[in-house]
């Protein structure tokens, strides 16, 4: 079955930076987009950065545009986020996701329902 498992969350300083990674299993990896979504205490997941299977295109929320970094591995069946300058409004559970169809353009990656496989989740706190 497919499985993905994030690691690299924790607690940081505002400011501070940290590496998520995503590795993903029991699907042709390579063949499809990505993405990374968070949700806060008390508020409904939100979308973060997507990228496309090749990793020719990628897509940010506002919130996070120039300070994340969303790149990934085929090779090593891995998707990452660098997230530097981090703020205390970052702090979340951090989850990465597979698109539900491969080979796909990535528009619309910043839809929960595009994607049909998550991960369990990673924790991020920035302290103020």
């Known amino acids: 079955q497919v499985q993905l498992v994030e690691s690299g969350g924790g607690l940081v300083q505002a400011g501070g930076s940290l590496r998520l990674s995503c590795a993903v299993s029991?699907?042709?990896?390579?063949?499809?987009?990505m993405g990374w979504f968070r949700q806060a205490p008390g508020k409904e997941r939100e979308f973060v950065a997507a990228?496309?299977?090749?990793?020719?295109?990628?897509y940010y929320a506002d919130s996070v545009k120039g300070r994340f970094t969303v790149s990934r591995d085929n090779a090593k069946n891995t998707v990452y986020l660098q997230m530097n300058s981090l703020k205390p409004e970052d702090t979340a559970v951090y989850y990465c996701?597979?698109?539900?169809?491969?080979?796909?353009?990535?528009?619309?990656?910043?839809?929960?329902?595009?994607?049909?496989?998550w991960g369990q989740g990673t924790q991020v706190t920035v302290s103020s």
């Open positions: 996701a597979t698109a539900r169809y491969p080979g796909i353009a990535a528009q619309g990656m910043e839809f929960m329902q595009s994607y049909d496989y």
């Open positions: 029991g699907r042709t990896f390579s063949s499809y987009n």
């Open positions: 990228i496309s299977w090749s990793g020719g295109s990628t």
